[in-house]
């Protein structure tokens, strides 16, 4: 028995070792495992026979965004890289293109031209919007003016759990629990009539976002989950049509036969690899596996600056900024070792006091050694909130007229950081000698750790310790530092915001006072009363003092009037200092020189409907 | 089998099997207890959505019905739709990944005692030469080097400067990369191991006895020192392979393949309860089992093991 065993053994042995060699060396590099793998997105198609990754050869594009997308249905996605590949496969009414100089201008994709609305009744405007002939599903079908209105009903309705379901919020009947959209359809003419509860300025962009494409009501009726998850489901109308899709791998575009402008498209495929290790990703686009990268490493961006700017390595615009929120609830009483929230707290201070100090904690950051410095990819320093690039609806740029919360200049930050001594003076104490307040109540700083959150933490740190005024860093997870602002339960953290579509609203709306991304809780209740506008010396309750802008930036169909409202509502938000802007948002990407044609949109689309590869 | 052996297997079946519940049940608390939401966008989502995602996937019904509904439905091999990949049954991803991981990792475990132990045995018996000391020196360093500088350095070296192997783990050989990071450091731990294991039992007096009573070295080296030597290996491969087929989130994040190591990562990131439930259940059993199989295995393979 004993014998038996050991030679058994001595056998497993072996055929360990044996095994050993044959997989490692032999048997190994032939099964490779992650194409030959059932995609997970295919479980209806376990025959399918799932072509490896294509190589780049003229005409095959591959271009690594991000990682996986949590959604490819237009109704759900809320994030950039799905819309970014949604705005490949699917075609709206409009679309973006770019005109012989090069900027972005928007088309008709869908529809047969760009149409003016009508007003109505009660200031509502129509619009009637007429599809071109002939317009076809990917899979051969005729696509009709009622895929539309069943795609805005569905995203609309709650129950189908869409992200951007407020993004209907500008048409008539839109109720996010009881929503009844005011469109109809005539699908022998054509036409889809749509009726806004206001004159909208942006409108016609909404009719090219993502959430606003059409979807078929046979294909998601009968799979409403997975229709979007399954290749065989997926049926799509733009310029390309899904044809592989390995989870966690990548998607595979072909260009699809059905599109009205089919001729036009020339790539022969398009795909989008997932990964989300900017190193790695970096080393694919050098050994040329990716014609097109985002996420480029930082360590790289000074050598690409100083060598390839412009060559393959390109700063696009990109719509957003990044800035600092408080919680107007902390108070920044003298006396208090660190911020508190409670009505002791806020006894002897004021919600004005508080602004003004932090005004001054903002005027003591130095924001052009922070886009040189830091951030180094041609951000630009903040002075307000809306983002340069965004039009104020004359076309103006919001910017260049609005009124400027500080000034960036590079000689102006003695004279900021002057000004906020002498804030901070009248309350505080301060040390002339080394120039730093002894007494300022030290508060946490939260972010999510980035390497570029960090790094810019860590000066705004130094800023501010140079004064005196010290903070703690608390780092949480994305996810969970999301609830954490939700819920108020911090002092100041880091966010950025950037652009939907390119109207001020967009940035302004974030602090009405029921809106869900009000971190800084303003009009919320709070230890100074319920709805307290926390402002400079003014009463007036924050629904009052900006809400109603809002409303009225909302419903007033004369373009001139509703900037200069726009200009006053974000004058009333700096006035409260709640959020203090530190820099415009660049779109650093990387993009072989042999492919030509793509769109860059400011709003963070990539589109190579009409791209092609030399 | 003995009536003793059955016991122990029974026990340790048992052990393996609470094991698994009590990992179920402390991820499940301990998930909850962090603070955050899987419905937390940059952009918050309308209140209405809100209510209606959490109402599908159950999360305002009180935590203990969450916990039991969930482990009924797992149970019956049900681990729902992930909460992030919408419309994406948990069950399709883990599939895919554990495939993944598995080919990765058992391939890497091969060529890991494949070359350890030839690379081991050939250190001890050419003992303190040049060989010996080289071997040493590289194993050292592998050892000591992380595993993404390691990937990283791999796929700089053959992907970049010197382009002969494909960057992405789906391309074709595209595994050959991954599998190599992956096997550097248990290679080198296997080949320290066997040559230390080998000078040990080259030491034994049986040795010198088959030496004296005039046996062929080979013989003498393969079937009794060699063999002998293993027991270490085989004590060590065990958790080895359990370890590396559960998946490496730096090397698939590296080499862009969907594995069970960036699935677990990112699930958490994600907060989505499903993925992150089915993660560790499907880990947890691939590492009990494995240790129960190297449990019953080492009762095999040395005798002195006591049941009790």
Request: hydrophobic share 45%; glycine share 6%; aromatic share 12%.
């Amino acid at each position: 028995m004993k014998k038996i065993t050991a030679l058994l053994l001595a056998l497993l042995m072996g055929l360990t070792l044996l095994s050993g060699c044959g997989s490692g060396t032999a048997d190994a590099p032939a099964t490779t495992p992650a194409p030959t793998q059932p995609s997970p997105a295919t479980p209806a198609s376990p025959g399918t026979p799932s072509t490896p990754a294509p190589a780049a050869s003229s005409g095959d594009l591959m271009v690594c965004f991000a990682s996986d997308p949590e959604t490819l249905d237009p109704a759900k996605n809320s994030s950039v890289d799905g819309a970014t590949m949604l705005e490949n496969c699917f075609s709206g009414l409009y679309a973006y293109d770019t005109d012989a100089s090069g900027n972005i201008i928007l088309v008709p994709d869908c529809a047969e031209a760009i149409v003016e609305p009508v007003e109505i009744i009660d200031g509502k405007y129509q619009y009637v919007v007429t599809l071109k002939p002939g317009l076809k599903w990917s899979d051969g079908q005729e696509l009709k003016a009622s895929d539309f209105v069943y795609a805005w009903n569905r995203a609309v309705d709650p129950a189908t759990l869409a992200d951007y379901q407020y993004i209907f919020d500008v048409i008539d009947g839109y109720d996010d629990v009881h929503p009844n959209l005011n469109i109809s359809c005539d699908d022998n003419a054509r036409t889809i009539t749509i009726a806004t509860s206001a004159f909208c300025a942006y409108f016609n962009q909404l009719l090219a976002f993502p959430t606003y494409f059409p979807v078929r009501k046979d294909i998601v009726e009968a799979n409403p989950e997975a229709w979007a998850t399954n290749v065989n489901t997926y049926v799509t109308n733009g310029a390309f049509k899904i044809s592989d899709w390995v989870v966690g791998s990548y998607i595979k575009f072909v260009p699809n036969e059905n599109y009205w402008n089919a001729g036009e498209v020339k790539l022969s495929s398009l795909t989008f690899a997932f990964s989300d290790d900017s190193d790695a990703i970096f080393a694919n686009f050098e050994n040329g596996t990716y014609q097109a990268i985002r996420n480029v490493p930082p360590s790289q961006i000074p050598m690409l600056k100083e060598t390839r700017l412009d060559y393959d390595f390109i700063i696009g615009d990109y719509i957003g900024t990044y800035f600092l929120q408080f919680n107007v609830e902390s108070s920044f009483k003298p006396g208090l070792t660190t911020v508190g929230k409670t009505a002791a707290d806020w006894s002897g201070w004021t919600p004005e006091q508080n602004a003004q100090v932090r005004k001054a904690l903002s005027l003591f950051i130095d924001r052009n050694y922070i886009v040189d410095e830091v951030t180094m990819s041609g951000q630009m320093p903040a002075f307000g909130f809306v983002p340069k690039g965004m039009d104020d609806g004359t076309g103006t740029e919001f910017r260049a007229k609005a009124e400027p919360w500080w000034k960036v200049g590079y000689n102006d930050y003695d004279a900021n950081c002057n000004e906020a001594v002498e804030i901070l003076r009248q309350w505080y104490d301060y040390n002339e000698a080394t120039g730093k307040f002894t007494n300022f109540p030290v508060f946490e700083y939260s972010i999510n750790p980035t390497a570029g959150n960090l790094a810019i933490c860590a000066a705004i740190q130094d800023m501010w310790n140079d004064y005196g005024i010290s903070t703690t860093v608390d780092q949480r997870a994305w996810n969970v530092i999301q609830t954490a602002l939700t819920e108020g339960d911090f002092t100041m953290s880091r966010l950025g915001w950037i652009a939907d579509f390119n109207d001020p609203v967009n940035f302004l709306e974030i602090y009405l006072s029921v809106s869900g991304n009000n971190h800084p809780r303003l009009g919320k209740a709070g230890p100074v009363g319920g709805g307290a506008y926390y402002g400079a010396g003014k009463n007036a309750v924050w629904s009052e003092a900006f809400d109603a802008l809002i409303t009225q930036i909302k419903t007033t169909s004369n373009l001139a009037d509703r900037a200069k409202v726009m200009y006053t509502a974000e004058t009333v938000l700096r006035d409260v200092y709640a959020v203090l802007p530190i820099y415009y948002y660049t779109d650093p990407y990387m993009a072989s020189p042999d492919l030509h044609n793509f769109i860059h949109s400011p709003l963070g689309f990539i589109i190579f409907r009409y791209a092609y590869l030399s | 089998m003995s009536a003793k052996m059955a016991k122990y297997i029974g026990k340790r079946l048992l052990l393996a099997v609470v094991t698994v519940l009590l990992t179920i049940c402390i991820t499940f608390t301990v998930m909850h207890a962090v603070p955050s939401s899987p419905f937390n966008k940059a952009k918050a989502l309308p209140p209405a959505v809100i209510i209606a995602l959490e109402a599908k996937f159950g999360l305002d019904k009180p935590l203990t019905e969450q916990f039991f509904i969930y482990l009924k439905n797992v149970l019956r091999l049900d681990f729902g739709d992930s909460i992030y990949f919408r419309g994406v049954q948990v069950l399709d991803i883990l599939k895919g990944g554990f495939k993944t991981s598995a080919t990765l990792g058992l391939s890497a475990a091969a060529l890991a005692l494949a070359v350890g132990v030839f690379l081991g045995s050939l250190a001890a018996l050419g003992r303190e030469g040049i060989g010996d000391k080289l071997i040493q020196v590289v194993t050292t360093a592998m050892v000591s080097l992380p595993s993404f500088v390691l990937a990283l350095l791999l796929l700089w070296t053959f992907g970049v400067w010197w382009p002969i192997l494909p960057t992405r783990g789906d391309m074709p050989l595209g595994s050959l990369m991954p599998i190599i990071s992956l096997s550097l450091y248990p290679m080198a731990y296997v080949t320290r191991l066997t040559r230390s294991s080998m000078l040990d039992v080259l030491g034994q007096d049986y040795i010198r006895t088959a030496y004296a009573k005039g046996l062929v070295k080979y013989k003498i080296i393969f079937k009794h020192a060699l063999r002998n030597a293993l027991t270490p290996i085989i004590t060590y491969a065990g958790p080895m392979i359990a370890y590396i087929v559960c998946g490496s989130f730096v090397v698939e994040q590296i080499f862009s393949m969907a594995g069970l190591g960036k699935h677990f990562i990112n699930s958490i990131q994600n907060s989505d309860y499903t993925m992150i439930m089915g993660t560790t259940i499907l880990l947890s059993v691939v590492m009990v089992t494995l240790n129960f199989i190297c449990d019953i295995l080492y009762t095999v393979v040395d005798k002195r093991v006591d049941f009790s």
